[in-house]
């Protein structure tokens, strides 16, 4: 069993930054991918960004070059750099991670943080 725990969140203007984070119960060595998802009201919860366990990244066509995935082992955390915010970025951002064990795959999912950007 996998725990999430998601902070960073709050309200931020137009242009602005936030750094999401999200701190895992076990270590990150052993879960496939980490993963930041969002879902705006109405709307379905979209991929934002990956990390693999070997580093490896990708970001939706909407967020990239604006936001950046990056993990500290040590710490077990996972974080969102997020800048140049825009008023369509507001979402509950939800971090989640896959671990594939004992020719299984186990998806977990955090609470969840809000961020909403003001115009």
């Known amino acids: 069993q996998v725990q999430l725990v998601e902070s960073g969140g709050g309200l931020v203007q137009a242009g602005g930054s936030l750094r999401l984070s999200c701190a895992a119960s076990?270590?990150?060595?052993?879960?496939?991918?980490m993963n930041w998802y969002r879902q705006a009201p109405g709307k379905q919860r979209d991929l934002v960004a990956t990390?693999?366990?070997?580093?490896?990244?990708n970001y939706a066509d909407s967020v990239k070059g604006r936001f950046t995935i990056s993990r500290d082992n040590a710490k077990n955390t996972v974080y969102l750099q997020m800048n140049s915010l825009k008023p369509e970025d507001t979402a509950v951002y939800y971090c989640?991670?896959?671990?594939?064990?004992?020719?299984?795959?186990?998806?977990?999912w955090g609470q969840g943080t809000q961020v909403t950007v003001s115009s």
């Open positions: 990390i693999t366990k070997v580093g490896s990244t």
């Open positions: 076990v270590s990150i060595f052993s879960i496939n991918a």
């Open positions: 989640n991670a896959y671990q594939s064990r004992d020719y299984m795959g186990y998806t977990y």
